[in-house]
T-cell receptor, first 113, second 114 residues
Framework: AQTVTQSQPEMSVQEAETVTLSCTYD???????LFWYKQPPSRQMILVIR??????QNATENRFSVNFQKAAKSFSLKISDSQLGDAAMYFC??????????FGKGTRLHILP | EAQVTQNPRYLITVTGKKLTVTCSQN?????MSWYRQDPGLGLRQIYY???????DKGDVPEGYKVSRKEKRNFPLILESPSPNQTSLYFC?????????????FGPGTRLTVT
C-alpha cells in the first residue's frame, strides 16, 4: 500500500533559524509527484512546493526547498530564515501520475519569537 | 478571481438531519474531489469526479453522496449525518486528473454533528 509518513507531529524553531520537516513515503511506482502543503490557522490549504520524481534537481521556492532522495523515498522540507507567518500545519503528500493524492498526517510547526 | 468556494463554512447539526455542503469552482476545471481532515489522520479523499456525471469513491465514502450535474458544482450530501462525520471538509479542483495538475482547495467547512 502507498503510504506517507511524517514522523514529527510537532516541531518548534526560533525565528530566523532553519528547520527541516521530514517525510517518507512508500511506493512501487517510478513516476509520481510529491508535495508540501501549508495549512495556517485560517485552515486554507496552500501548495508550498512540489517535486516531480523524474527530476533529480531539488525544487526550491524562495525560502522553501526540498531534499528529495528517491532511492530512500524521502522528501524533507527545509524552511530557511523562519518567519512568524510560517507557523502552520504542514502536510506532505504523494501522488502517482494518474491516481489520487495521499496525504501524511501532518507536522505542526511553531515559530518562537 | 479564480477560486473554489464552499458553503457553509461552519455547520452544527443533529444526527440524522440531511445536509448538503456546496462546492463551486470558476476555473472550468474537470477534476473535483472532496476530502475530510481529522486530527492525527491528515486529509482523506471521500469522493472524486473526473467530469460531469462521472464520480467515483475515494478512501472513505461511507455515509456520503455526491453529484456532478454541472462542471462547476460538486455538492457533498450527508443523507443521515452521524457524530463520526464531525470533521473539517475540503473541496478541491484541478484542470485534469493527473498529478501534473495543481489542486486548488476551497476554504473548508467545519461540520459538527451532535
Amino acid at each position: 500500500a502507498q503510504t506517507v509518513t511524517q514522523s514529527q507531529p510537532e516541531m518548534s524553531v526560533q525565528e530566523a533559524e532553519t528547520v527541516t520537516l521530514s517525510c517518507t513515503y512508500d511506493t512501487s511506482e517510478s513516476d509520481y509527484y510529491l508535495f508540501w502543503y501549508k495549512q495556517p490557522p485560517s485552515r486554507q490549504m496552500i501548495l508550498v512546493i512540489r517535486q516531480e520524481a523524474y527530476k533529480q534537481q531539488n525544487a526550491t521556492e524562495n525560502r522553501f526547498s526540498v531534499n528529495f532522495q528517491k532511492a530512500a523515498k524521502s522528501f524533507s522540507l527545509k524552511i530557511s530564515d523562519s518567519q512568524l507567518g510560517d507557523a502552520a500545519m504542514y502536510f506532505c503528500a504523494y501522488r502517482p501520475r494518474d491516481d489520487k493524492i495521499i496525504f501524511g498526517k501532518g507536522t505542526r510547526l511553531h515559530i518562537l519569537p | 478571481e479564480a477560486q473554489v468556494t464552499q458553503n457553509p463554512r461552519y455547520l452544527i447539526t443533529v444526527t440524522g438531519k440531511k445536509l448538503t455542503v456546496t462546492c463551486s469552482q470558476n476555473m472550468n476545471h474537470e477534476y473535483m474531489s472532496w476530502y475530510r481532515q481529522d486530527p492525527g489522520l491528515g486529509l482523506r479523499q471521500i469522493y472524486y469526479s473526473m467530469n460531469v456525471e462521472v464520480t467515483d469513491k475515494g478512501d472513505v465514502p461511507e455515509g456520503y453522496k455526491v453529484s456532478r450535474k454541472e462542471k462547476r458544482n460538486f455538492p457533498l450530501i450527508l443523507e443521515s449525518p452521524s457524530p463520526n462525520q464531525t470533521s473539517l471538509y475540503f473541496c478541491a479542483s484541478s484542470l485534469g486528473q493527473g498529478a501534473f495538475y495543481e489542486q486548488y482547495f476551497g476554504p473548508g467547512t467545519r461540520l459538527t454533528v451532535t
